[in-house]
C-alpha cells in the first residue's frame, strides 16, 4: 500500500477523481491508502517519512523527492485563489508587514520573490489563519490560498467595508506577467524507494494518476454539482475554477516554471537551492 497525503481544496479534485468514484476507487483502495490534509502538512509528512505519495507545494521539493510526471497544479495566467489584499494606499513596494495563511508554501514564496526581486521590498510575513478581516487589521497586506481566497473574491465589498479600500492581486497572474512562465503551485512527489516490487511499479503509478486526472477533467459538471452545495461559491465560478484558472498537466513549460521559480527563491534566499529536479 502506498500512503498517500493528499489535499482537501477544491483544486485537486480532478486530480483526484478515480480515487473518490466508481468504477476505479475501489481497486484503486488496494494499492493506495489516501490521508486528506492541508498543503503544508502533505509535504512535511513526506519528508518524515509519514508518506510516500503526496500532493506537495514545489517550494517543499528536495533533492530526495522524485517529482511524478503527468500531473500538476499550475495556472497560466490568473489563478483566483491566491489573492494578496493590499492595504491603499500601499503598493508592492511600500507594505512593511504580510499577514499570511500559513497553510500554503509555494504562494509565500512567490509572493517573497514578487516583492524582493522585482519590488525591492522587503516586508516582514506573519503567520495567520484564514481570515481576511483580522488578517488586514493586523498587517498591510493578506495573502490567502484555496478556497478562502476564493470566498473573500465573493465577499470583497465587506471585507473592505471593514478594513478600508485594498488593492487585490492574483498572485499567479502577478508572477505570469513578469515572468512569461505558468505559475506552478503543486506537484505529485514520491520517495522513489518506496516504489518497485512486491510493491507499486512507477509505470503504475504514473498511469493511475494520469488516468485519475484525465477522468476528473471529463467529469467537470459531476465535480461542480458535488462542490456547489460543500462551498459558498456560484455553479458557474467552480466551473470556471476548474475547467479555466486551474492548469493540470505538468508540461514542459511547467517544468521551466519550476526550475526558474526554485532559480529565483535561492537568489531571494526563501528556499535552499534545487539545481536538479528529480524526475521519476
Ligand atoms: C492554487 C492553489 O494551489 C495550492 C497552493 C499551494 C501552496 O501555495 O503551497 C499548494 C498546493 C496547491 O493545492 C490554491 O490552493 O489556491
Request: proline residues 7%; charged residues 20%; negative net charge.
Amino acid at each position: 500500500m502506498l500512503r498517500v497525503a493528499a489535499i482537501n481544496f477544491l483544486n485537486p479534485a480532478p486530480l483526484m477523481w478515480d480515487f473518490e468514484h466508481a468504477p476505479l476507487a475501489q481497486e484503486l483502495a488496494q494499492r493506495y491508502s489516501l490521508h486528506y490534509t492541508q498543503p503544508s502538512q502533505c509535504a512535511a509528512e513526506l519528508l518524515a517519512g509519514r508518506a510516500d505519495l503526496g500532493l506537495i507545494p514545489i517550494a517543499a521539493l528536495t533533492p530526495e523527492l522524485a517529482v511524478v510526471p503527468g500531473c500538476t497544479i499550475a495556472s497560466l495566467n490568473e489563478v483566483r485563489s491566491i489573492q494578496l489584499i493590499v492595504k491603499s494606499p500601499n503598493t508592492f513596494s511600500t507594505v512593511k508587514t504580510v499577514s499570511a495563511d500559513t497553510a500554503s508554501r509555494s504562494s509565500l514564496a512567490y509572493a517573497e520573490i514578487l516583492f524582493r526581486k522585482f519590488a525591492s521590498n522587503h516586508p516582514a510575513f506573519l503567520p495567520a489563519s484564514a481570515d481576511p478581516i483580522a488578517m488586514l487589521q493586523q498587517a498591510d497586506a493578506a495573502i490567502l490560498i484555496g478556497d478562502p481566497a476564493l470566498l473573500a473574491l465573493e465577499r470583497r465589498e465587506q471585507i473592505e467595508a471593514e478594513v478600508g479600500p485594498c488593492q487585490w492581486f492574483d498572485l499567479a497572474h502577478e508572477w505570469h506577467i513578469r515572468t512569461n512562465v505558468p505559475w506552478v503551485a503543486a506537484v505529485w512527489a514520491v520517495r522513489p524507494e518506496s516504489l518497485g516490487e512486491p510493491r507499486l511499479s512507477a509505470a503504475q503509478l504514473v498511469e493511475d494518476l494520469e488516468a485519475s486526472r484525465n477522468h476528473g477533467l471529463l467529469h467537470i459538471e459531476d465535480l461542480v454539482k458535488e462542490w456547489a452545495p460543500r462551498i459558498e461559491l456560484s455553479p458557474a465560478v467552480i466551473r470556471h475554477y476548474l475547467s479555466s484558472n486551474i492548469h493540470y498537466v505538468l508540461n514542459t513549460d511547467c517544468m521551466h516554471a519550476i526550475k526558474l521559480f526554485r532559480q529565483y527563491a535561492a537568489e531571494v534566499d526563501v528556499l535552499p537551492a534545487l539545481p536538479d529536479l528529480r524526475l521519476l
